[in-house]
């Protein structure tokens, strides 16, 4: 399937920036302030860097480092001066500098399964010894075949575009993001999101813990799983 047009950073940030995503930048903003006050911020993955632009500004003092793989991510966040933007991969990319917050806003599903737990411990190579790691990520229900892992993120993204449709115009470019997204979390391409439990289970491997967690959607039991939605998690 042709994905050209959904990783364009005009697509990306009219995707990122509907009330849904909003909230879970909130929350976001809200676990750093929470956490850590004047802090320097990692964000692996950072995307385009519409954080660095729309939600930083809520923040006191802050140094902001974003690292993504995508040149073309890069080049178009630098082009608003909104911090310090790098190329590289979230998994292996190294500094030597520590950080009060490292974060990873839908992060985590982007990295192949066999790469999640590195991905983990890399954020905490480059973590100091009092910072908070902050995850905005999507779990999805469990799956334990290609078929089930169909059902699961196509059952998740069904639900999703509904909700938001409910609350706002679902434009094309929004739509077609959210349906492409829909595709490649069924099929498992790009898109690798997993079960919380799984998430939890990479987790502890690393040796961090989760000391905080946000459910943010959707706030009733249609999924009959307490643990499918969005989370906002800190761990330490």
């Not at 990692?42 to 385009?48: A, H, I, V």
């Not at 003092?61 to 911090?83: C, L, P, Q, W």
């Not at 498992?188 to 998430?199: A, D, L, S």
């Amino acid at each position: 399937m042709e994905v050209e047009l959904f990783t364009k950073p005009s697509t990306y940030d009219s995707y990122i920036t509907t009330n849904i995503e909003r909230r879970n930048f909130d929350e976001v903003v809200r676990q750093i302030a929470k956490h850590q006050s004047n802090p320097s911020i990692l964000d692996l993955c950072c995307g385009t860097g519409i954080f660095a632009r729309e939600w930083l500004s809520r923040l006191n003092s802050v140094r902001y480092v974003g690292v993504d793989i995508d040149e073309d991510f890069i080049v178009h966040a630098k082009s608003f001066g909104s911090g310090e933007f790098l190329q590289g991969d979230a998994v292996d990319f190294r500094l030597e500098d520590r950080f009060d917050v490292v974060m990873g806003t839908s992060a985590y599903h982007h990295i192949e399964d066999e790469r999640k737990k590195a991905f983990l411990e890399n954020m905490k190579r480059h973590l100091r010894e009092e910072g908070s790691i902050i995850i905005y990520e999507k779990f999805v229900a469990p799956f334990f075949s290609s078929v089930e892992a169909v059902k699961s993120g196509a059952r998740f993204y069904l639900e999703r575009i509904e909700d938001i449709a409910r609350e706002q115009d679902l434009n094309e470019e929004r739509l077609y993001s959210l349906l492409t997204e829909l595709y490649l979390t069924s099929s498992r391409q790009f898109e690798y999101k997993v079960p919380f439990e799984r998430f939890a289970e990479d987790v502890g491997k690393t040796g961090l813990k989760i000391i905080d967690e946000v459910k943010l959607w959707p706030l009733d039991d249609r999924f009959r799983n307490p643990n499918v939605g969005d989370f906002v998690v800190v761990l330490e």
